[in-house]
């Protein structure tokens, strides 16, 4: 089998190892855990770089565990933070689980007649019978202050003014008992993580080594940043999720096209399994040709696809069209409302829209300031319905407008949207 520490380094997809031997333990099937933290009720893209780990490992024929910490979760990793978490409950962390277990099945193949499925646990089920005692006694002692304090999430975090509490500073116990639990229960001899995992794969490797006697390894990957420095997976302030719920297709499809040229390649390599060949192509092209942005539709669609799957991938690419003017055919209500998630809506009952003239309609619903100005709007030719132009002042509203029976896509201009809920 290919030595899948070669494809991370050629990915983008390696930082650092606990020890060079690593490299002649993926030599042969090894079993090989990460971890997500369940803060959330989906994954998002800052989470892409541990999942592509993860399935390049199970392509190349590695077990591949996903760890989800319903335990550690409640606690919260400290690791790259400037103050404490706010701690979750065990009934949000539990829905958490839930939307996490959905995205993972996404990327990696969890099938058991497969022949290398991959596993998912949750690091709750063997930490709800220890006790506090049982912690310190058989597995506190194990671990030294000194080391412990040398940490640099630790010792940031002692720095500031907010400085650390007694929960967070056990968080590294906890996981450290993780990787012994997957080591005696799967044989599982190595975790990968980023780069502020650092610390806390290493508490992990040497719990290991101390209660079992036996090396195990670790492996980090760079936390991904755009050329301007931001963290990958950020939208003007807003993380990017892997749930059409909290992130529409057309939201996700269009972050990765505003990808810089700069950062275009290094992407495809990181969050896609295109071939180097290709890839080789696209780098050509954003030389030759940036303004086509041929490799941002290109890393666009690998991702929405992975993602979202083929009715994901349609609905951004319809969505981009309607946004500029084009057919709302083929696209449902509970479509639009994600497209149209962003822009200002209003909410009218059927008897003030039915029979209504446009211009009364959108001055009722607020979308102008008042009447006059819808009715000047209208008469301007400056209204579309449903991206169709409303024909002067006698146009009235009918249930033909309306889509589903409950929606209605109003448009001031070229570009300004307003979003019309009809009840009743």
């Not at 993972?104 to 930490?127: E, H, K, Q």
């Not at 005696?184 to 101390?210: F, H, S």
């Amino acid at each position: 089998m290919a030595n899948v520490l070669q494809t991370f380094k050629d990915r983008y997809l390696f930082e650092d190892m606990t020890s060079p031997d690593l490299e002649k333990l993926l030599d042969s099937p090894t079993t090989v855990y990460a971890g997500f933290d369940p803060t959330a009720e989906s994954l998002q893209a800052g989470n892409f770089v541990t999942i592509m780990a993860l399935a390049h490992l199970q392509r190349q024929g590695h077990k591949v565990i996903a760890l989800v910490g319903g335990a550690t979760g409640l606690i919260g990793d400290p690791s790259g933070k400037s103050k404490e978490r706010n701690l979750l409950t065990s009934l949000t962390v539990e829905r958490n689980l839930e939307g996490i277990k959905e995205n993972l099945s996404r990327f990696l193949n969890f099938d058991p007649d497969s022949g290398n499925p991959a596993i998912m646990v949750n690091n709750y089920d063997w930490f709800k019978d220890l006790s506090f005692v049982d912690i310190l006694r058989d597995v506190g002692r194990f671990f030294r202050m000194t080391q412990m304090l040398s940490k640099e999430s630790v010792k940031k975090r002692l720095d500031s003014d907010e400085g650390m509490s007694f929960t967070e500073f056990c968080y590294q116990i906890l996981q450290g008992y993780d990787f012994y639990h997957l080591y005696k229960e799967y044989g599982c001899r190595m975790q990968i993580g980023g780069t502020d995992q650092w610390g806390n794969i290493t508490a992990g490797t040497d719990l290991v080594r101390k209660l079992a006697g036996v090396e195990v390894y670790g492996m980090t990957f760079p936390l991904v940043c755009d050329s301007n420095g931001n963290k990958f997976g950020k939208s003007e302030g807003n993380a990017v999720y892997l749930d059409a719920d909290k992130t529409s297709y057309y939201d996700f499809y269009q972050f990765f096209m505003r990808t810089l040229d700069s950062d275009t390649v290094r992407y495809l390599k990181i969050f896609t399994f295109l071939s180097d060949e290709r890839i080789d192509e696209l780098a050509k092209c954003v030389e030759s040709e940036p303004e086509r942005r041929e490799a941002q539709k290109v890393l666009a669609e690998e991702l929405t696809r992975c993602v979202h799957g083929e009715k994901g991938f349609n609905i951004a690419l319809k969505a981009t069209e309607v946004l500029f003017g084009g057919s709302l055919e083929g696209l449902g209500a509970e479509d639009l409302e994600k497209i149209f998630s962003n822009v200002p809506s209003g909410t009218l009952n059927c008897d003030e829209v039915i029979g209504k003239p446009a211009f009364e309609v959108i001055a009722a619903a607020k979308m102008t300031n008042s009447k006059g100005d819808a009715r000047r709007l209208v008469q301007q030719g400056g209204l579309s319905i449903n991206n169709v132009k409303a024909a002067g002042l006698e146009r009235k509203i009918s249930t033909d407008d309306l889509i589903e029976n409950r929606l209605m896509v109003l448009r001031s201009g070229k570009k300004k949207f307003f979003l019309l809920k009809v009840e009743g």
